[in-house]
């Protein structure tokens, strides 16, 4: 149970911590401007043990060896397609890396890090039921007693990674989330303290905004090129990992096969698609949503995944029940993303040059 569950107005998530408080759009704006703290409830696995950073760099997307203690990163865990199958958060301590991932996927982390441990000196933890994770914003205080800080990368393109986005104006480059790892007794100290709190409506409504990805937008045929988690998450230079030969073909050579697109959702019906909602053209499916909120300026808004064929300017519809709620796009990545190393086209063997 949530230690915030008492505070007033608390309604709880599927996933524990709240959902909101009662007033979802007022938390938004509050969360943004650094004045509230929302309680996250991530999953914590932690690995020590000497060889911790470089075998993490041998088997994940992001450049971790030579880590510094206190430095924030973020990696991805691939299959041998280059498809995701698990994300996290990752900071080091000098001693201890934290690796914060989504509630449901701290313990298939951990037991598949677990897995891969041969004879290195490391240990894995799943620590998710000893902490808490609290998010927050600049602006705000950090909370007494932090076990542990980690603060997104997202607001720039990481050394090694690459951005498909357009870089000028980029919503994520004002994205300033810190997550705080306390003590559960820390958190009951806070939540009884009456300090200003949100709730998850609230962040997801930012992060989408922000064009951030995570875990839940990814499905069982997820490369990273699509969400623009290159971005973040990915070293392009570091060598070979699992999936590193689809990342570097795909960003070189190919195009990623579908791309994601932030929607702005028509509103007039107050019905708000649920992530999993087809997206459709012309009665067509042409992708899924992934995620969906209400933005305390921009109104009712989603990210969706789409064939990377899709017409940037088509007007989209997705329907809830018996209503059709229309769309419009905001291109993130773009469908010329990849084919960065531009390698000119060989003529054919025995075919005649003209000039």
Sequence with gaps: MSVFAGRDGFVASEAGPAAHYGNPVGEQRALAAGRAVVELGLGVVTISGPDRLSWLNSITSQLLTGLAPGASTETLVLDQSGRVEHAA?????????????????????????????????????????????????????????????????WSSVTPGGWGYAALEA???????LRIDVVTPDTAVALAESGAPVAGLLAFEALRIAAWRPVLADVDERTIPHELDWLRSAVHLSKGCYRGQETVAKVHNLGHPPRRVVMLHLDGSD??????????ELDGKDVGRLTASALHHELGPIGLAVVKRSLDPAATLTLTVDDVVVTAAQETIVPPEAGATANVPRLPRLGAVRRS
Excluded: K, N
Excluded at 122 to 151: H, Q
Excluded at 270 to 279: D, I, K, S, W
């Design 89 to 153: 958060r990752v900071v080091d301590d000098g001693e201890v890396t934290w690796l914060l991932t989504e509630p449901t996927d701290a313990a298939p982390l951990a037991a598949w890090l677990d897995s891969m441990r041969f004879m290195l000196r490391v240990e894995v933890a799943d620590r998710s039921a000893d902490l808490v994770t609290l998010g927050r914003f600049d602006g705000s205080a950090a909370p007494d007693d932090v076990v542990v800080e980690w603060v997104d990368p």
């Design 170 to 176: 980029h919503p994520g480059s004002d994205w300033t």
């Design 270 to 279: 107050g019905v708000l698609p649920v992530p999993g909602t087809a997206v």
